[in-house]
Structures are given as C-alpha cells and as structure tokens.
C-alpha cells in the first residue's frame, strides 16, 4: 500500500502559479502510475492531469491544457503539478491518486487547497 501527502496548495491571483508536490511513501514508486484530480464546493472530483509509471506518457482535462503540466520523480518518489495561468475556476481541493499498475486499485491524498483569487 502507498501512503501520499500533497503540498504546495495556497491563494494566488488569477494569473499566477502554483506547484504541487505529491511525496508517496510505502511501496516502489514506480508500480504506480500517478494522476491529480480537483473537488470544487459543491461540484464532484474531477480528473485533471496523469502521468504513466515511466513518466512516457501524460494525460490533461482539456480545461487545463496548455496551462498545467505534470511530471515525476521516480528517485524522489514524488509526482508533481505545475500550474501557471491559473484562473479562479481552477479553485479546488488538489487530490493526488496513485494507481496501481494493471489493477483498479486506487489510493488518495489527503488534499491540498487551490484558491485563485480574480
């Protein structure tokens, strides 16, 4: 089993950016391929963007494209969002999820809080 911790959330003008951290512990990092996902109040959890165990390959919600990119570290055990031109509807708790490769298992963080201010 992995245990994840997100970091790097904060209040930020529309505009600028922010990067998350997502430090797994508790098993081989890379028997995971890693993603992030959003709940905004009152909305349900949305995908945003995931990266393939490698790092080769990386998915994005079409409203974020352009705009996040994301990236790991198999050394650091660390997966990672960067944000720029981030917008007020970007404004959400950040989870981080690890699948595990060839199953459905999934494991979360325990959120990190994005507030873009217009």
């Known amino acids: 089993q992995v245990q994840l911790v997100e970091s790097g959330g904060g209040l930020v003008q529309a505009g600028g950016s922010l990067r998350l951290s997502c430090a797994a512990s508790g098993r081989t990092f890379s028997d995971y391929d890693m993603g992030w996902y959003r709940q905004a109040p009152g909305k349900e959890r949305e995908f945003v963007a995931a990266?393939?165990?490698?790092?080769?390959?990386?998915y994005y919600t079409d409203s974020v494209k352009g705009r996040f990119t994301i990236s790991r570290d198999n050394a650091k055990n660390t997966v990672y969002l960067q944000m720029n031109s981030l917008k007020p509807e970007d404004t959400a708790i950040y989870y981080c999820?690890?699948?595990?490769?060839?199953?459905?298992?999934?494991?979360w963080g325990q959120g990190t809080q994005v507030t873009v201010s217009s």
């Open positions: 990266i393939s165990w490698s790092g080769g390959s990386t």
């Open positions: 999820n690890a699948r595990l490769r060839s199953t459905t298992r999934d494991y």
